[in-house]
């Protein structure tokens, strides 16, 4: 069964941009949980999605935005980048409940100049 | 506000001895606990978990023990490898909100 891949691996983009970043779960997975890691923050919570709704959501601003489609498929969105989202964004897939063990994908590195 | 630490930004152990990483919680109430593992350009990768009512449970090479009284748990590796070389950091999910809240990692440098 194939992993969960999260595409572009790496990004580079400048201050104002907007980024979209693309997660496909493991098949049958139907949450998706995205995270951003950064070295002195570790792995905050973002958001996460079920069947196409957000049931969850961290503390970041809404400038940060997702969401997820009928194939479980999820993207999620930067509008307006600062320095400070310069950072490794992880998605996450569960079957259905957030206690189900979450795996992790590769990552998008995002660098903003 | 709620908060997971690991006590050591860094262990080093030599090859074949047992590695111990720690991690304290915050939230009292909180009942689901997972270790993960993650590589240098790799996503965290599960290792093991555990809930509040155990207090130890074992897979292979490695073992979390949780005490509760203390709000810490921790990590034990056996026989430590190098392939064993990464970053580990806890999870602790809050009740009620289910979020995940991460610690900021230990690395783990395992000496030949």
């Known amino acids: 069964k194939a992993g969960v891949t999260q595409t572009p691996r790496y990004l580079i983009k400048t201050r104002g941009q907007q980024v979209t970043l693309s997660c496909s779960p493991i098949?049958?997975?139907?949450?998706v949980s995205w995270y951003q890691q950064t070295p002195g923050q570790g792995l905050q919570f973002l958001f996460e999605y079920f069947s196409e709704t957000q049931r969850n959501k961290g503390n970041f601003p809404g400038r940060f935005s997702g969401r997820q489609f009928s194939n479980s498929r999820s993207e999620m969105n930067v509008s307006t980048l600062e320095l400070g989202d310069s950072a490794l964004y992880l998605c996450a897939s569960s079957l259905d409940r957030a206690t189900d063990t979450q795996y992790f994908g590769p990552g998008t590195r995002l660098t903003v100049l | 506000g709620e908060s997971v630490g690991l006590h050591l930004p860094t262990l080093s152990v030599q090859e074949g001895d047992n590695s111990i990483i720690n991690c304290a919680y915050s939230n009292s109430a909180s009942d689901y606990f997972i270790w993960y593992k993650q590589e240098s350009g790799k996503g965290p990768q599960f290792i093991i978990d555990?809930?509040?009512?155990?207090d130890k449970r074992q897979g292979q090479r490695v073992t979390v023990l949780l005490n509760k009284t203390v709000k810490h748990l921790s990590l034990q590796i056996a026989a430590t490898q190098p392939g064993d070389s990464a970053v580990y950091f806890c999870?602790?999910?809050?009740?009620?909100?289910?979020?995940?809240?991460f610690g900021t990692g230990t690395r783990l440098k395992v000496l030949a």
């Open positions: 999870a602790a999910l809050h009740p009620g909100t289910y979020k995940y809240i």
């Open positions: 555990i809930r509040s009512n155990m």
């Open positions: 098949s049958g997975h139907r949450s």
